[in-house]
C-alpha cells in the first residue's frame, strides 16, 4: 500500500506561482512513476504530466508546458509541480499519482493507468 500526501495548495492571483508537493510512504519510490493530474468543476479528470521512475524523464500536458514543471526527489519520497504564470483556468483540485510499472509517453496520461492517488489539494487562480 502506498499512501500520497498533497499539500502547497491555496489561492494566488493570476500571473503568480505556486509549488505542490506530493510526499509518498514506502521504501521503493525511486521505483514508481509519478504523475499529476488536476480536475475543475464540472470537468474530467486530466493529467497535467508524468516523470519517469528511470532516467528522470518528463513529460506535460500541452496546455502547461513551458509554465509547470515536474520534477522528483527520491532521498524525499516527494515529487513536485512548481506552476508559474498561473491563469485563471488553471484552477482545479490537483492529484497526485504513483503507477508501480514502467514509464511509457504512451500510457503516463491515462488515470487509469496509475495504482495509487492523493487526496489533492485545491488550487484557485484569481483573475
Known amino acids: 500500500q502506498v499512501q500520497l500526501v498533497e499539500s502547497g495548495g491555496g489561492l494566488v492571483q493570476a500571473g503568480g506561482s505556486l509549488r505542490l508537493s506530493c510526499a509518498a510512504s514506502?521504501?521503493?519510490?525511486?521505483?514508481?512513476?509519478m504523475g499529476w493530474f488536476r480536475q475543475a468543476p464540472g470537468k474530467e479528470r486530466e493529467s497535467v504530466g508524468a516523470i519517469s521512475n528511470s532516467d528522470g524523464s518528463t513529460w506535460h500536458a500541452d496546455s502547461v508546458k513551458g509554465r509547470f514543471t515536474i520534477s522528483r526527489d527520491n532521498a524525499k519520497n516527494t515529487v513536485y509541480l512548481q506552476m508559474n504564470s498561473l491563469k485563471p483556468e488553471d484552477t482545479a483540485v490537483y492529484y497526485c499519482a504513483a503507477r508501480l510499472s514502467y514509464y511509457s509517453r504512451e500510457i503516463v496520461d491515462g488515470s487509469e493507468n496509475y495504482d495509487y492517488w492523493g487526496q489533492g489539494t485545491q488550487v484557485t487562480v484569481s483573475s
Open positions: 514506502g521504501r521503493f519510490f525511486v521505483t514508481y512513476v
